[in-house]
């Protein structure tokens, strides 16, 4: 909620920092007298300064407020595939959120470009998408550690 009032505080500063500055330069352009000599220029700047500020507060916070939301869901997809045991498709993921299929798929297929699973195709032409990092309690009681290498090595023949 906090970030809902940053982005309309930005907003208004933003908004009304720039009717304001719209006002000095229009008395910059056709001076009627009564302002300050340089004052008018001060406030120009003062006005756009706080312009941009009030804006690009706004945007700054919108921008992390979706990233936020992304986080979100890209954990409420995790733990529904780790639910499924690292087998999934988009259409489960539309079921069980508010995502449609398609959303669903594209958050699937981000998760696989960055290395988290990949994409299979079924003999009858269905998607699926499979996160080996979610193994089974026997995968994971049996796992060993990749750069050990004294089983192989004892097994050879040569070696004796």
Known sequence: MWQSLLILFGAIVGSGSLLILLSVIQDLISPN????????????VFFFITAIGGFGLSFYTLRKKKHRAQQRA???????????????????VAMVTEM????????????CVEGAGELQVTESGQTSYVFSGFMSPEETTTAT???DLSDIITEHPSVK
């Open 145 to 147: 550690d990749p750069f």
């Open 33 to 44: 007298g009564h302002s300050l000599p340089g004052g008018t220029g001060m406030a120009a």
């Open 100 to 111: 449609t299929v398609n959303e669903a798929r594209q958050e699937l297929d981000r998760l």
């Open 74 to 92: 890209e954990r409420r997809i995790l733990n529904i595939i780790a639910e499924k045991k690292g087998r999934i498709t988009p259409e489960e």
